[in-house]
C-alpha cells in the first residue's frame, strides 16, 4: 500500500477554454489540435513531486457546458483543490469565472483556488489587469499557461498539488 497522499482537484472553466488540453499535456505531455468536448466530467491521475514529497492528484475535468451543470456540482464532493481556467483570448471566459468560483463555492466553502489563464500562446500582449484582481478577492494566484506548447502547466499543477498541503497547516 502506498503512502503517497492522494489528492482530488477539480479543473474547471468553460467549454473551450483548453482544460482537457492542459491535463493531457501535464499527464500525457502531448497537445491535440482536434477539440472533443468532454461528456459530464473525465478524470487521471499523476504523482506530482514536490520539494515536501511526492502528492498523487486525482484530476477531474469538469465538463464546461451549462447542461452539465446538474451533474456536475455532485462531482465535485472531496475535491481539495481547484484551478478556475480561463481563455486568455476569449473575453466572456474570464467574466465567466466568477460564475464558476460561486458554483464551486457553494458546495465546497472551503476549497482553495488557482486562477488560470490558459492559451498564452495565442495572446498578443494579454491584459491581466481583471483577471488579477479576481484572483486577490478569491485569495489565489494567477497562472498563465499554453496547454499547445507546455509554458506554465507543470507550475500550474504543482500549485493544484500544493493548496492541500498548505490548507492543512
Request: some cysteine; hydrophobic content about 45%; overall charge negative.
Amino acid at each position: 500500500m502506498s503512502d503517497i497522499p492522494l489528492f482530488k482537484t477539480i479543473i474547471a472553466g468553460d467549454g473551450g477554454v483548453g482544460k482537457t488540453s492542459l491535463v493531457r499535456q501535464y499527464c500525457e505531455g502531448k497537445f491535440d489540435t482536434s477539440r472533443v468536448m468532454t461528456i459530464g466530467v473525465d478524470f487521471q491521475t499523476h504523482v506530482v513531486d514536490l520539494p515536501e514529497g511526492k502528492v498523487k492528484l486525482s484530476i477531474w475535468d469538469m465538463a464546461g457546458q451549462e447542461r452539465f451543470a446538474v451533474v456536475r456540482t455532485s462531482f465535485y464532493r472531496g475535491a481539495r483543490a481547484c484551478a478556475l481556467v480561463f481563455d486568455l483570448t476569449v473575453v466572456d471566459s474570464l467574466e465567466h469565472v466568477s460564475h464558476w468560483y460561486k458554483e464551486i463555492h457553494n458546495e465546497l466553502p472551503d476549497v482553495p483556488f488557482i486562477l488560470v489563464g490558459n492559451k498564452l500562446d495565442l495572446a498578443i500582449n494579454p491584459d491581466v489587469t481583471i483577471a488579477n484582481k479576481f484572483a486577490e478577492i478569491i485569495h489565489a494566484p494567477l497562472i498563465l499557461t499554453s496547454a499547445a506548447n507546455g509554458t506554465g502547466v507543470p507550475e500550474m499543477f504543482e500549485h493544484l498539488a500544493r493548496l492541500p498541503l498548505i490548507s492543512a497547516q
